[in-house]
């Protein structure tokens, strides 16, 4: 039996990461699982732990490991007979190792954008809060200043993209990508690409999935778990 292909991509915000995913994933045919989806899914349905993340979104806290680690594995559950790419988990260590007990990563990309790159990324940043997309007045405006494409209701710029708190928040990510990014380091599946633009950082991660995709052995025995 085929073994599934898992990979994540890991990255601070405004490094492009949602860009990527979805050019793996069209490009590759895996399943794209966007943790930013999942929560507002969660919330809009009013699932336990929907409401539960809701409490501390509304609080601009970040939303705790245990709920987010109920929210993202039943869906990992659901689709264990697939492949698939995770944007936005694991966030932290505790959440990489509840990850890493129940499946075995393939591929872990590492985005090392330069601040002032995301500095300038997220200062044109727009957000259509209810749907999630994303704008970029430099290289994806709306067509309509301020305005949704699909739904014509107006845009947002998050408190925490301008200038003045970006540093914390890239300092934060920092603290909690580093042991993340040092267990994938450590069982030899992380691959990092540093860039300012994500069209030049494309060629080579889709070279590497391409050779990684096409390595992988169709018979390998079943994944161990510890």
Partial sequence: MAKFFRAAVLGPPGSGKG????????????????????????IAANTEAGVLAKTYIER???VP???????????????RNHSWLLDGFPRTLAQAQTLNDLYQMDL?????????????????????????????????????????DVTGEPLIQHDDDKP??????????????KPVID???SQGVLHSFSGTETDKIWPYI?????????????????????
Avoid at 22 to 42: N, P, T, V
Avoid at 69 to 75: A, H
Avoid at 118 to 128: N, P, Q, Y
């Fill in 19 to 42: 860009t990527i995913c979805k050019r793996i994933a069209h490009s590759f045919g895996l399943q794209y699982l966007s943790s930013g989806h999942f929560l507002r899914e969660g």
């Fill in 60 to 62: 601009g806290m970040l």
């Fill in 183 to 185: 267990l994938y380091k």
């Fill in 164 to 177: 003045e708190a970006l540093v914390a928040r890239l300092r934060h990510y920092k603290e909690l990508a």
């Fill in 206 to 226: 889709n070279s590497l999935l391409s050779t990684k995709m096409h390595t992988q052995p169709s018979d390998a025995p079943p994944t161990q778990t510890p």
């Fill in 65 to 79: 490991d245990q709920v987010m680690t109920r929210l993202m594995l039943p869906k990992l559950e659901q689709l």
């Fill in 108 to 148: 872990v990309i590492s985005l090392n954008i330069p601040y002032a790159t995301l500095s300038e990324r997220l200062s044109d940043r727009w957000i259509h809060p209810a749907s999630g997309r994303v704008y970029n007045m430099g290289f994806n405006p709306p067509r309509v200043q301020g305005k949704d």
